[in-house]
């Protein structure tokens, strides 16, 4: 009997139902394949081997799980029970602080290799230079200076006679020391004048007084900023030549802000750039000073300019600033930030930037050990102080690796505009400044890293005295503090109130405060207390130390005593969860066995046992032990160690 069937083509296909023919039912097999119970089935050599292959691909993907499993193992991903696995919760921890210790060297060298060894001295040049030096046949200083005209003095004297060098070269192979400070700082560019104004009309003035007071200038606050010309070019449009005497923007000068002594100044303004030239610059001086730039709308003046030291390599972005208040006078201030902004120069460098690719590999594996973290425990996770300390580490160090790529490039950009056109102005300060808050945070996570150091360190019971200390004694530390601010507050509020009018210490409420911080310390003034209200100033004064110093401060003291002695004597009778002793001691005895270097020590103990027993009692007491050890020339406090093990 046959079937007819069409194939794909349209042709007749014959299907017989015999016993030698194929069924129906039954797919074709190929060769190297066999029928069992009507299905098809690979023979016996090819399934051997396919399941070899898969036996061996399942045993690479274990082996490399494995390997990644070892590699990002912490105590928090293996849920190890201490208790019940000591042996194993030592490793792992130990493990992990090998790991971040190493982790902690790398991040100490990238840190100290940022900060070169010169640099105090390189800064209190420059300031001895700008900052300390009087003029010729003059007492005044930087510092002294307390009157508009003061200001023209030192631009026209100690700044002049320093930022431009006098120092005569003997060959002509050296370099151009006209623009070295110190024959040293190579200045960059050329230095800027900047100020900003208040407007005349920026303040009220009482009516019995409008006809003796025809000008009023308030203290600065942006809003209250002078935009238009003034001085001789007052109705003019600006030309390249007289930018001093015309108002700009933060962003056509591609400056920044600055927080003085007593404001907030952006980077706007009226500016001057000087010459490379001293009779230039002295001649520019000489023509603002004429014209009055520096009159009563002024409120801050701003030297701007920075240096180069290529022995050191080292930039100092320097600003000096003279800020005009609305009470009058002048508050002189100054910035100098040093800062290594071409990393890689010296070899020491370039072993730095090999520290640095390691610890963005370190930051890489942090990273990944984390996110399996958080991945195991969800939400849970942030609920341990540690965790949260990994976050704020891995953060921070995210955040300067980033800066540091971008600083690069930075720097880069803007040596190649100044080698460019070298007479113009680059403003650093900017770049200065994010340069300083790196090297900040990078010391910041090199304190938190340190910090850190006790999350490996917490199994052991002598470690854990502080954290138990601080844990114990939270609630009552909490309820001292708001007692101790109530009074506390309560002195600073009246010092500010009864001498902030004649004593500097006390002459605004935060300077109280850090006043009163300074006298718990021992730092106080009591001479001017005394000045400014001979009645009140020893009251005020004999009241706070004895309420604060003798009553509050021994108060929290006894809190955190009283805590310790009750942590001190619980850990006393108890016994640590882990006892390293015991761990390094046994690994020890296992290195020994391996290494038979014990094997004499074996001998000796079976011939003690068999020839120490003197009195043929069948008992061997430790006496007798030890007796017959001694004979061998062990010392007492071997002989314990062993008749224990026994």
Not at 517 to 545: H, K, M, Q
Request: aromatic content about 16%; charged content about 20%.
């Amino acid at each position: 009997m046959s079937h007819s069937q069409f194939d794909e083509s349209g042709a007749m296909q014959d299907m017989y139902i015999n016993d030698g023919f194929i069924q129906e039912e039954e797919p074709v097999a190929m060769e190297a394949e066999v029928y069992v119970n009507g299905k098809v089935q690979l023979n016996s050599k090819k399934q051997k081997k396919s399941k070899k292959k898969k036996n061996d691909e399942k045993n690479y993907f274990s082996i490399c799980c494995g390997v990644l499993r070892k590699l990002w193992a912490t105590r928090q991903t293996e849920d190890i029970d201490k208790v019940k696995h000591p042996e194993r919760y030592v490793k792992i921890t130990l493990r992990e602080l090998v790991i971040y210790l190493i982790f902690l060297v790398v991040i100490c060298i990238v840190s100290f290799g940022m900060i070169h060894s010169n640099t105090f001295t390189f800064t209190n040049v420059l300031i001895d230079s700008f900052i300390k030096s009087k003029a010729e046949g003059s007492d005044i200083a930087f510092e002294d200076v307390v009157h508009m005209n003061e200001i023209w003095n030192i631009l026209q004297g100690p700044f002049l006679d320093n930022y431009f060098n006098d120092f005569k070269q003997s060959t002509n192979n050296t370099d151009d020391l006209t623009k070295f400070i110190a024959n040293e700082n190579r200045i960059l560019g050329l230095a800027r004048l900047r100020q900003v104004r208040v407007r005349n009309d920026s303040c009220v003035i009482p009516d019995d007084f409008k006809q003796e007071i025809r000008f009023c200038y308030s203290d600065w606050a942006p809003s209250l900023e002078e935009k238009e010309p003034f001085g001789p070019f007052v109705g003019q449009n600006m030309t390249s030549n007289v930018t001093a005497w015309f108002y700009q923007t933060e962003k056509e000068l591609k400056g920044s802000g600055h927080q003085g002594l007593m404001n907030y100044y952006d980077g706007s303004g009226y500016v001057m750039e000087l010459s490379q030239e001293r009779e230039e610059t002295q001649a520019r001086i000489q023509y603002l000073f004429d014209n009055l730039w520096i009159d009563r709308a002024t409120r801050a003046v701003f030297i701007d300019f920075t240096v180069y030291n290529a022995n050191i390599n080292l930039f100092c972005q320097i600003k000096i600033v003279f800020e005009l208040p609305a009470t009058g006078g002048v508050v002189p201030s100054y910035i100098m930030r040093p800062v290594k902004l071409i990393r890689y120069v010296t070899t020491f460098d370039y072993f730095i930037l090999v520290c640095e690719i390691v610890l963005c590999v370190f930051v890489l594996y942090y990273i990944i050990e984390e996110a399996i973290e958080i991945q195991k425990h969800k939400l849970s996770y942030f609920k341990a102080f540690w965790n949260i300390l990994d976050v704020v580490i891995l953060a921070i160090a995210v955040v300067c690796i980033v800066f540091n790529i971008y600083r690069q490039e930075k720097v880069s950009n803007m040596l190649e505009k100044l080698l460019e056109n070298d007479n113009q102005f680059i403003d650093f300060d900017l770049l200065a400044y994010w340069q300083e808050l790196f090297n900040n945070a990078v010391g910041f996570m090199s304190f938190l890293a340190w910090i850190k150091v006790f999350k490996y360190v917490s199994f052991n019971k002598t470690m854990t005295q502080l954290s138990l200390t601080l844990s114990r004694c939270a609630k009552d530390v909490v309820g001292f503090a708001i007692m101790f601010f109530i009074v506390f507050l309560a002195y600073a509020q009246l010092g500010y109130l009864i001498f902030g009018t004649q004593v500097q210490d006390f002459s605004t409420f935060s300077f109280a405060i850090f006043t009163l911080f300074r006298i718990i310390l021992g730092d106080f003034d009591f001479e001017s207390l005394e000045a400014a209200n001979r009645v009140l100033g020893p009251i005020f004064f004999l009241t706070y130390v004895f309420f604060v110093f003798f009553v509050l401060l021994n108060m929290f003291i006894a809190i955190i005593n009283d805590t310790y002695g009750e942590i001190k004597s619980e850990i006393a009778n108890q016994k640590s969860d882990i006892e390293l002793g015991s761990f390094f001691k046994k690994g020890y005895n296992r290195v020994l066995d391996k290494l038979n270097i014990r094997r004499a020590q074996i001998i000796d103990i079976q011939k003690a046992i068999t020839t120490a027993d003197l009195n043929q009692d069948n008992i061997i007491d430790f006496i007798e032990f030890r007796n017959n050890l001694r004979a061998k020339g062990y010392g007492d406090i071997e002989i314990e160690a062993l008749f224990f093990q026994i």
